[in-house]
C-alpha cells in the first residue's frame, strides 16, 4: 500500500515566511505571508470564479484515478449581463461573477425560489463576507438533485489563507456549505482547488483557464456502456425568446448490436423529438419519424407557452429495437 507523504520545509519566498506542501494535488498552502505582500495582493481585482467560454477543471479523488470536471461550454446575454454555462458533471449553472464584491450569481431558469420568475438571480458564492456570517447559497441547487432537490445550502466562509497554485501566489477561501456536508477551498484567479465531501477529499490536477493550460489535462475514459453520450443534441439560444433551434445528430449504427462489426452503411433509425413542461405534461412535438445518420435542426417556438423551464427528450430506437435517449433542458424568457 502507497503512503501518503506529508512534507514541510521552510522558505522565504516572495513575501512568504512558511510553506506546506499538501500530500496530493501539488497545492501548496502557505501558513502566513508578509504584511508588504498582503497590502499589495489585497489592493488587486481577485477573481475566484473565472469564466471564459472553454474553461476546464479537472479533479482527481483520493485513493482512486477517477477524474471529474467542470466545464465552462458557453454564454449568453439576458437583461444586458453576459451568463457562463457551466457544467457540475449532470448539472449545471448559468453563472456571472461580480469582481467588485467577490461573488458570484446563477440565473434561476428553474425557479428555485419559487417567485413565479425564471430571469432573477442567485446568490452562488459571496466570498468578500466576513468569515463564519452564514448565507444561503444555490450554487449547488438543482431539482433534479436529489439530495436538496433545488433548495439552498446553509453557508459560511470558515478561512482565509494563502497558497501556491501551479506556481501561482494566491489567497484561498475555504467555504462550507453545511447542508451539502461539502467544504470546498477556492483560489484567487484558479477557482476550486480541493474539495472534501463526507470524508473524500478532490484535488484539482488540471486547467484550461481562458486558454492557457496549467498542471496535467487528462483523456476522461469514455464508458462504452453509455451509447447516449454518442447522441449530440443542444439548443441556441438558451435561454430563448419565444423560439429557439434544436441541433441533434444521429449517430451510425450506434447501439445495433445486430449489424456486423465495422458495417459502414446508412439506414433509416426512428427518432422522435418532444418538448415537456416543467410537471411533465406534453406540449409539442418537433420530430416523429425515421431519418438517416447525420447532422439536423428543428425550431421550436414557444410564443404560445408562458416563460419556464421545458425539456426536449430526444429518442433514438436502433434497427436491433433498442432505445437511447437524452433530454436537455431549454429555458424560455419573455
Do not use: C
Amino acid at each position: 500500500m502507497k503512503k501518503k507523504v506529508l512534507i514541510v520545509v521552510v522558505v522565504l519566498t516572495s513575501g512568504f515566511i512558511s510553506l506546506k506542501i499538501s500530500a496530493q494535488g501539488g497545492i501548496k498552502y502557505m501558513d502566513s505571508a508578509s504584511e508588504t505582500f498582503k497590502t499589495r495582493y489585497q489592493n488587486e481585482i481577485n477573481i475566484f470564479n473565472p469564466l471564459h467560454v472553454g474553461d476546464l477543471w479537472q479533479y482527481t479523488y483520493s485513493g482512486n484515478e477517477s477524474v471529474a470536471e467542470q466545464r465552462v461550454v458557453k454564454d449568453t446575454i439576458i437583461n444586458n449581463t453576459r451568463y457562463y454555462y457551466k457544467t457540475y458533471g449532470e448539472f449545471y449553472n448559468w453563472e456571472r461573477y461580480d469582481t467588485i464584491s467577490s461573488t458570484t450569481y446563477k440565473l434561476d431558469v428553474e425557479d428555485l425560489d419559487n417567485d413565479g420568475y425564471y430571469n432573477d438571480e442567485l446568490l452562488v458564492d459571496s466570498l468578500s463576507i466576513e468569515e463564519y456570517i452564514e448565507y444561503y447559497s444555490y450554487k449547488y441547487s438543482w431539482r433534479g438533485s436529489i439530495f436538496n432537490h433545488g433548495a439552498p445550502s446553509k453557508t459560511i466562509v470558515k478561512d482565509t489563507y494563502w497558497g501556491i497554485i501551479f506556481g501561482d501566489s494566491v489567497t484561498i477561501k475555504k467555504v462550507e456549505y453545511l447542508d451539502e456536508f461539502l467544504i470546498v477551498d477556492i483560489a484567487d484567479a484558479y477557482g476550486e482547488v480541493w474539495s472534501m465531501l463526507e470524508g473524500m477529499p478532490t484535488y484539482l490536477t488540471g486547467a484550461i483557464i481562458n486558454g492557457i493550460e496549467y498542471g496535467n489535462i487528462v483523456s476522461v475514459k469514455f464508458d462504452a456502456q453509455n451509447k447516449s453520450d454518442f447522441i449530440s443534441v443542444q439548443n441556441y439560444p438558451n435561454p430563448f425568446n419565444s423560439s429557439t433551434k434544436i441541433q441533434y445528430s444521429i449517430p451510425n449504427t450506434v447501439g445495433d448490436e445486430n449489424l456486423p462489426a465495422g458495417w459502414q452503411g446508412v439506414r433509416p433509425q426512428m427518432i422522435t423529438m418532444k418538448i415537456y413542461d416543467i410537471l411533465g405534461h406534453q406540449v409539442a412535438t418537433l420530430v416523429n419519424e425515421k431519418q438517416t445518420p447525420g447532422s439536423y435542426e428543428v425550431e421550436f417556438n414557444g410564443s404560445n407557452l408562458p416563460s419556464g423551464v421545458y425539456f426536449a427528450q430526444f429518442i433514438y430506437k436502433t434497427m436491433g429495437k433498442e432505445t437511447y435517449s437524452k433530454t436537455i433542458t431549454i429555458v424560455l424568457l419573455k
